[in-house]
């Protein structure tokens, strides 16, 4: 068995800065507000000519040349997102064109805002079954094009930004890097609970998208945000002790736990409920908003820029979102 190590790590926000005082502008809804229940300062929106692939690619060459690897070594693509430029195919398939790899596998996950944990689960297993040496691993949404922008929305509407993430996880037989553990999870008796449901082919509907679908607004997102809420807070408390557990290691040998970052009351009591240093937690909520699947890569660029991860750190990433899904992994960096 091989183990894998993260050898380059890239993100893109793209250039549109939307702050919670420009959305007053659209929506009826104020800066105190989306602070005080989100944590959200500001958040970026892709500008018209950029796609999500646009974002992605960005995200991917910075990973790769970080890697040092040469762009015709990657030998496979893993792309987390729920906001892809078409409804098919998936994001990965226009990355790897744009990245011109060939004819390069690209296989693409929608685990909403566990996409990125549990395509890092899967590129591991890759590695360590020795059928891949060097995954591009991508989380990217472009969100902002999808949600209701009115005061209709608001729940939802200023909570999400775009961006993306990337990261290449290589075949490392040094033993130095690897991931220790993982722990995923899902549950779908509550996937209406935060869903969007067309375009879809559910029972009763003639098409999966017409007029009267969308004068429904059945293609917004929908969110029992109170549900969720509580929902997030234990799921993804109870999976990092799952993850430690699973390591034999306790919480205090980790230097970073990448939270997914929907809400910072969520991170904020499972950091309290876990008995976390503010040290030991790296949130990124109040710049980016939630960006779903490219959460974690992103926060792991920018702790990695601000050298709060180090080669040897013990670090968590964990999620939970939309399915519901959920999910952890522990490795070592
Ligand atoms: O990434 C996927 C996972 N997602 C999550 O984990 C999100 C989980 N949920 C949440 O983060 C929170 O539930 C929200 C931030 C979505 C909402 O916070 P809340 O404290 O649960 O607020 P609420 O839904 O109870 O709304 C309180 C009030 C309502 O008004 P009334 O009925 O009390 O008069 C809403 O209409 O706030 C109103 N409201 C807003 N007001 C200003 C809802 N959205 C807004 C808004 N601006 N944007």
Redesign the pocket.
Known sequence: MYNSKIMGVGSYLPPNKVTNHDLEKI????DE??RQ??GIEERYWAPKEMGTVDLAENASLEAIEKSGLDKSEIDFIICASISNDADIPGTGCFLQARLGLGEVPTLDIRQ??SGFVYATFMANQFIESGMYKNILVVGVELQSRGINKTTEG??????FGDGAGAMVLSRDDSGDSKVIASDLHSDGRFAKE?WISAPGSCAGREDRLNKEIMENGEHFPY?N??V??VH?IKKMSQTVINVLEKAKMPKEDIGCYLF?Q??L??NQKVQETLGLSNDQVFNTIQKYG?T?AATIPIGLADALKEGKIKRGDHIIFAA???GFSWGSILLKY
Request: hydrophobic share 45%; proline share 0%; glycine share 6%.
């Open positions: 929506i009826d809804t104020n507000w989306i229940r989100s909403q805002c608001r729940d939802i509407a200023v909570l935060l969110m945000g109170k969720v809420f997030a997914h929907a809400n009351r969520i939630n779903t939970f979102g939309s």
